[in-house]
T-cell receptor
C-alpha cells in the first residue's frame, strides 16, 4: 500500500519555537508538496519540490522554509512559530512517470501554536 | 492563472436525497487534470476521481457520478441516495500538466471546499 507519512498527527508548540514537520513517501515520487488548510480557505500551497535539493515557493511561503535532502523526505520548517501558523498541514507527492495517477496525501498534522 | 470555485460552502440534506456539488474552474492550459477529494472528520484526504482535460466522458461509480463539461468549465459531483457516511468536506482541484515532464501532475489548485452534512 502506497504511503505518504507525516511525522506527527497533532503538535503543540510555543510562539517563537523552530518547528519541523516531516513528510516521507515510499513511492519513489519525484514531486512533493506542502499545503496548509484553514476553514473556509481550502488548501493553499506553501512550497513544493520537483527534485532533490530543489524547492520552489508556492502561494504562501512567508514564515516557512523547506528542505529536501533525500528524494523520499520533504521537511517543512517554521523558523519562528507564530499563532497565525496554527493550522492543518498536509504533505502530498506525485510521480512524473505516469499521467494516470493522483496526488497522494499524508494524514495531516494539526499544529497549534500557543 | 488557475482557479477553482466551489460556490456552495455548506449543504445539508436528509438521507436518501440526491445532492450535487458544483465546481467551476479556470485555466489557460489545454492539458490539465481535475480531481475530487473527500475529507471526512478524521482529516485525511480521500481521492475520489481524476479527469483528464481531453476526456469529457462522464463517469459513474456506484452512488457517485461526475459531469465534466469543458464548454462551461464545470466538473460537478452528484451523490445519489445520500447516506450519513457521505458527510464530509469535499474538495474540487485542478492540476496543471508539467511541461517538459511528460505532462504529468504539477501542483494542485483547490477550491475552498463544500461541507456536506447528511442527516438521518
Amino acid at each position: 500500500d502506497v504511503k505518504v507519512t507525516q511525522s506527527s498527527r497533532y503538535l503543540v508548540k510555543r510562539t517563537g519555537e523552530k518547528v519541523f514537520l516531516e513528510c516521507v513517501q515510499d513511492m519513489d515520487h519525484e514531486n512533493m508538496f506542502w499545503y496548509r488548510q484553514d476553514p473556509g480557505l481550502g488548501l493553499r500551497l506553501i512550497y513544493f519540490s520537483y527534485d532533490v535539493k530543489m524547492k520552489e515557493k508556492g502561494d504562501i511561503p512567508e514564515g516557512y522554509s523547506v528542505s529536501r535532502e533525500k528524494k523520499e523526505r520533504f521537511s517543512l520548517i517554521l523558523e519562528s512559530a507564530s499563532t497565525n501558523q496554527t493550522s492543518m498541514y498536509l504533505c502530498a507527492s506525485t510521480s512524473i512517470r505516469t499521467v494516470n495517477t493522483e496526488a497522494f496525501f499524508g494524514q495531516g498534522t494539526r499544529l497549534t501554536v500557543v | 492563472a488557475q482557479k477553482v470555485t466551489q460556490a456552495q460552502t455548506e449543504i445539508s440534506v436528509v438521507e436518501k436525497e440526491d445532492v450535487t456539488l458544483d465546481c467551476v474552474y479556470e485555466t489557460r492550459d489545454t492539458t490539465y487534470y481535475l480531481f475530487w477529494y473527500k475529507q471526512p472528520p478524521s482529516g485525511e484526504l480521500v481521492f475520489l476521481i481524476r479527469r483528464n482535460s481531453f476526456d469529457e466522458q462522464n463517469e459513474i461509480s456506484g452512488r457517485y457520478s461526475w459531469n465534466f463539461q469543458k464548454s462551461t468549465s464545470s466538473f460537478n459531483f452528484t451523490i445519489t441516495a445520500s447516506q450519513v457516511v457521505d458527510s464530509a468536506v469535499y474538495f474540487c482541484a485542478l492540476s496543471e500538466a508539467l511541461k517538459g515532464r511528460g505532462s504529468t501532475l504539477g501542483r494542485l489548485y483547490f477550491g475552498r471546499g463544500t461541507q456536506l452534512t447528511v442527516w438521518p
